[in-house]
């Protein structure tokens, strides 16, 4: 496909505003262009006809299933971009009056209140742009708890084997040593390694609960008590809570801190590198280390303050705070009832798939499992020498996005699917007869396999490079 600027030529413009006849005071000439910018010139239909081509070459919630695990995938409901698109939300100034920013601050206030019912915390900050932001964060919390008290031996965080990737990577750059503990056959965390892991070294430990193999872990009460009786804090990864939200709450489970993307499961879109948030919930004893500005009560009013002993600012102002808009959207539009309900098909949606797949996929664990299932094709591979990847990729010849691939890394030739909860029973249907037939073409067509995609814009390409050095501005000759 061409690029825009393959595309341009030159005196074809758009039409424009024609230009004032005033006298206009031209910029200081130290801030004044040389040369034009070389901007594409094309005409408006071009234009148009480029971006659409662009966009029948991916992959989005719009186009078909998207069930890639530990990414909540789901369909974003259109109210919550409406209220995102307010102009009371969108052209409001992060410096303006506290005065005249009243209806957001309630935003702020609202959504603290809810999603801190939600995940069982007493406060909560919307600064963190993301997850790995959010864990970040929660670790600086932990870290100010321990220096708050003159601790400065507990430099350690534990993490399960089985974590997100980000967990580990975070502990480190937050400045902690980060001590891996193993996970036991059922895929929960093996208690007896974790006995032996916890000390006075301990600072705490990072979990998601259900985990990356997307079971539950049972032990949950006795794993958060032992690090506790370590003197050790919990924090919980809820970046998936679309397994769990308004049926069981981190904050009951023992855990002291948390963070929520709301980009998977509070109705903001991603996966295109787009605006994310990571919102840190803490009991009432961490508040306050929280970030600064938080909202809070002064009468009638809404104001902003900094909590006594803030770790300060992570990132500038209140965070995504569009992002915030759609969350608060979302939950009042569920309302109580609906919350439960959405976590419920959620999970219901995966157990169906699971149970459809289980004769054909060897599941990596039993089950039940909870918004996700694993599924190892490592027999799969020795036996027709077909792989994960071969799979994934010809997934994508059906219209169907590829499952998370080769995570968990404990899991061999690992594919992860997430349904989640706004997909009908005929997508499910659809979805696991195609499954189904690649099972019977490794068996009887490896090539096929090996040689997909067929029907994309590109076949394979070199996902290192892709990722690593990409291409991203045009190099004029
Ligand atoms: C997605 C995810 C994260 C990281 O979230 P980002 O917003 O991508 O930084 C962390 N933990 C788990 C379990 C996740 O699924």
Do not use: T
């Given at each position: 496909m061409k690029l825009l600027f393959e595309r341009s030529r030159s005196?074809?413009?758009?039409?424009l505003i024609p230009a004032p006849g005033a006298d206009l005071p031209k910029p200081d000439s130290c801030i004044l262009r040389a040369r034009p910018p070389r901007l594409p010139e094309i005409s408006e239909v071009d234009l148009g006809r480029h971006y659409t081509e662009l966009a029948k070459q991916t992959h989005g919630v719009n186009d078909g299933f998207y069930p890639l695990g530990s990414c909540t995938m789901k369909y974003n409901p259109r109210i919550d971009e409406a209220a995102a698109a307010l102009p009371g939300f969108t052209g409001i100034h992060p410096l303006q009056p506290q005065e005249t920013a009243q209806g957001c601050l309630e935003v702020l206030y609202k959504a603290e209140q809810l999603l801190c019912e939600i995940a069982g915390m007493d406060a909560m900050t919307?600064?963190?742009?993301?997850g790995a932001h959010g864990e970040y964060t929660g670790l600086l919390l932990i870290r100010c708890y321990h220096k708050s008290r003159g601790d400065a031996a507990r430099t350690k965080i534990i993490v399960p084997d089985s974590a997100h990737g980000t967990n580990p990577a975070s502990a480190a750059m937050a400045g902690f040593t980060v001590v891996s503990v193993p996970s036991n056959a059922d895929g929960g965390v093996d208690l007896e390694a974790l006995r032996n892991a916890v000390g006075s070294d301990t600072a705490g430990l990072m979990l998601t609960n259900p985990n990356t193999v997307g079971l539950f872990d049972e032990n949950i009460l006795e794993i958060t008590k032992i690090v506790h009786d370590a003197g050790g804090l919990c924090y919980y990864d809820g970046a998936n809570l679309n397994a769990i939200m308004g049926h069981a709450r981190p904050g009951d489970m023992g855990f002291d801190c948390v963070h929520l993307n709301l980009h998977k499961t509070f109705a903001t879109p991603h996966g295109g590198g787009g605006p994310g948030s990571g919102p840190v919930g803490c009991k009432a004893f961490l508040e306050q280390f929280l970030p600064s500005p938080r909202v809070r009560k002064n009468g009638e009013n809404l104001e902003l303050y900094r909590p006594e002993s803030s770790m300060g600012k992570v990132r500038s102002f209140y965070g995504n705070f569009l992002v915030v808009v759609r969350a608060l959207t979302y939950i009042l539009s569920l309302g109580k009832e609906g919350i439960p309900e959405a976590s419920a098909g959620a999970v219901l949606n995966a157990r169906y798939m699971m149970h459809k797949l289980r004769n054909a996929y060897d599941m990596a664990y039993q089950g039940p499992c909870m918004h996700e299932f694993v599924m190892s094709l490592e027999r799969l591979k020795k036996d027709t020498g077909v792989s994960a990847m071969d799979v994934a990729k010809s997934l994508l010849d059906y219209g169907i996005h590829p499952p998370t691939m080769y995570f968990p890394l404990i899991v061999h030739e690992a594919l992860m699917v997430e349904p989640t909860e706004t997909e009908s029973r005929e997508t499910l249907d659809d979805a696991v007869s195609v499954f189904l037939e690649l099972r019977d073409k490794a068996q009887n067509d490896p090539q096929y396999l090996h040689e997909s995609p067929h029907n994309c814009p590109i076949n394979r390409p070199d996902e290192v490079k892709a990722a690593r050095s990409p291409l991203l501005r045009y190099e004029f000759k």
């Open positions: 005196g074809r413009h758009q039409s919307m600064q963190p742009a993301a």
